[in-house]
């Protein structure tokens, strides 16, 4: 369940009202001026946008989860990729290889997001959804609503979206869901694609797979490609080969090697988890992500006070 009193990330994505330009800016505070412009513009509507817009999982997936036969669940972590079984009620864990924070809750969001997301949880963007995230790492991905950046899923991410999908893809699994009808505006990237629905644009992957009554569209750059009876493939097709430059994303942070590529190497886990990125160009200014830190110092024992005189 997620709770919004904990959410609060420390920047916050802020649009200029005169110019359009957007920018990061501290969570705290309360206005701020353009870097583009100069405009000075408060801040704290969007603050309380971003809350608003975070909300518990449906009545629905509390159900299906509370009915749910499984009683663990694994975890990655995402400062060494080492996995372990978590109970499935559990909303947080500890790393027993490198003992770094891992959060597990759940997170649902219906409104307008401009904030970054790690969790080991589901991350469901509702189609009232308005994300335009520089990062969501997540374990689960459930995408209906408008998404704009960069979703990193380390188990399956299903799409089930009618229209344009702008954001950027990275998953073990991406899944076309049977009721969506989605063009992918930039390349997608998955070790493993399974079309269940119509999908149309550039697909990277392991291993592609068109089910009954899936079609896909576009230019695919694979190891293997299955086509079940019954779907469709229409484009062009590249088993094996290396992927050209401009759908290269050796610039980017990724977890997995990438798409059809034999040697695409993958970055460092630790840029994923507590420690900062590498390499980190000067003056980058870089959002960090949502971290919950925990007090491993120890309490100082109070002082017994004596009877007052």
């Known amino acids: 369940m997620a709770n919004t009193r904990n959410l609060h990330a420390d920047k916050i994505g802020a649009d200029c009202p005169q110019c359009g330009f957007s920018q990061l800016e501290p969570a705290s505070a309360r206005s701020t001026f353009c870097r583009q412009c100069g ?7 969007l603050l309380a946008k971003e809350v608003a817009s975070l909300k518990e999982p449906s009545v629905l997936d509390k159900v299906t989860k509370w009915f749910s036969q499984t009683k663990t669940r694994v975890v990655t972590c995402f400062s060494c990729r080492e996995k372990h079984e978590v109970p499935a009620s559990s909303q947080s864990s500890l790393c027993p290889q490198c003992g770094s924070y891992i959060d597990i809750r759940d997170f649902r969001i219906a409104g307008p997001f401009a904030r970054s997301i790690r969790t080991q949880g589901v991350v469901h963007l509702s189609p009232d959804a308005d994300v335009a995230s520089h990062r969501i790492l997540c374990g689960t991905a459930r995408i209906e609503g408008r998404f704009r950046g960069r979703i990193l899923c380390t188990g399956e991410a299903t799409v089930r979206i009618a229209g344009q999908y702008e954001g950027e893809v990275d998953a073990e699994v991406l899944a076309v869901h049977p009721k969506a009808n989605v063009e992918f505006l930039t390349p997608v990237y998955g070790q493993r694609i399974e079309i269940n629905g119509r999908a149309r644009g550039v697909v990277c992957a392991g291993k592609v797979v068109i089910n009954k009554k899936g079609v896909l569209e576009g230019t695919v750059y694979a190891r293997a490609i299955t086509v079940e009876k019954g779907g469709v493939f229409s484009g062009s097709l590249i088993i094996g080969q290396e992927l050209p430059e401009e759908l290269k994303r050796m610039d980017e942070r990724t977890w997995f090697a990438g798409g059809g590529t034999g040697d695409g190497s993958v970055l460092p886990a ?40």
């Open 270 to 309: 630790g840029d994923f988890g507590d420690l900062p990125p590498t390499p980190m160009e000067p003056g980058m200014d870089e959002e960090i992500l949502h971290q919950p830190q925990l007090d491993l110092m120890p309490r100082r024992p109070r002082r017994r006070q004596g009877p007052r005189e």
């Open 39 to 45: 405009q000075h513009y408060a801040i704290e509507k």
